[in-house]
């Protein structure tokens, strides 16, 4: 399946097939009509203790909350698949795409590029 990851706040592009966003909270500024948003996975977003632990240290901690989140996904296979069946489903397509979207600033390092690496890893 075709996994991408980009901003919210860079609005929807014709390539983007379902749009999944991968924050436990909603991102300020965008409102839901406008955002085209087709799955909210806040149940698969980082716990609020590492999410606000990560938001502190920065992304020199990356590499830290990388290993953290990992774990937390450990525990969701369930979810986690049926999130890419309910994806290619949406999508039209079990090849995708999927664009996973991220309230964050920086693009390196968010938790949509950890999700999007274990996704890829399920799905291939």
Not at 71 to 76: P, T
Not at 84 to 98: F, H, Q, T, W, Y
């Amino acid at each position: 399946m075709k996994i991408e990851i980009k901003r919210v706040y860079d609005g929807h592009d014709g390539s983007d097939g379902c749009r999944v966003l991968v924050d436990r909270l909603w991102p300020r500024g965008v409102k839901k009509q406008e955002a085209e948003v087709d799955i909210w996975a806040k149940e698969i977003a980082p716990s609020d203790g590492l999410r606000r632990e990560f938001h502190e240290l920065g992304p020199d901690s990356f590499d830290e909350f990388r290993d953290h989140y990992r774990e937390e996904l450990a525990s969701c296979d369930d979810e986690l698949k049926k999130l890419l069946g309910d994806a290619a489903e949406i999508a039209g397509d079990p090849e995708g795409p999927v664009t996973l979207l991220f309230a964050s600033k920086d693009v390196k390092h968010n938790n949509a590029v950890v999700l999007a690496e274990v996704l890829r890893s399920i799905d291939g």
